[in-house]
């Protein structure tokens, strides 16, 4: 790949069909969001989840690690050429991942 946008539309292929998923541009990367809840993201290492027990089952070799400096270790996604089996992990994640907050009004 040769840029974060076209990882990024790599990745929203490989994801379409689950309903539910959108991605927005963050500071040079990309939040991935399914069912409104963030659950990966791109960042200069590549595409990355969140540290789940559904994303470990599904990728028992990826080991966990920091997208940035500061942030909490994430798991590089070993399966994304699978879209069957991405998509999978996504929608066992979901139980798993916390829900949005809702914005502070002004």
Do not use: C, H, N
Request: hydrophobic share 40%.
């Amino acid at each position: 790949m040769a840029d974060a946008r076209e990882l990024a539309e790599f990745v929203e292929d490989q994801l379409r069909g689950l309903d539910g998923v959108r991605k927005i541009p963050m500071m040079g990367g990309w939040i991935f969001y399914y069912q409104e809840r963030i659950f990966g993201g791109i960042y200069g290492p590549g595409f990355m989840v969140k540290d789940t027990a559904a994303a470990r089952a599904a990728m028992p070799g990826s080991e966990p690690q920091p997208p940035y400096s500061g942030a909490r270790p994430m798991l590089p996604v070993t399966i994304l050429d699978d879209r069957e089996r991405l998509q999978a992990m996504v929608r066992a994640m979901l139980p798993e991942l916390p829900e949005r907050r809702p914005r502070a009004r002004r």
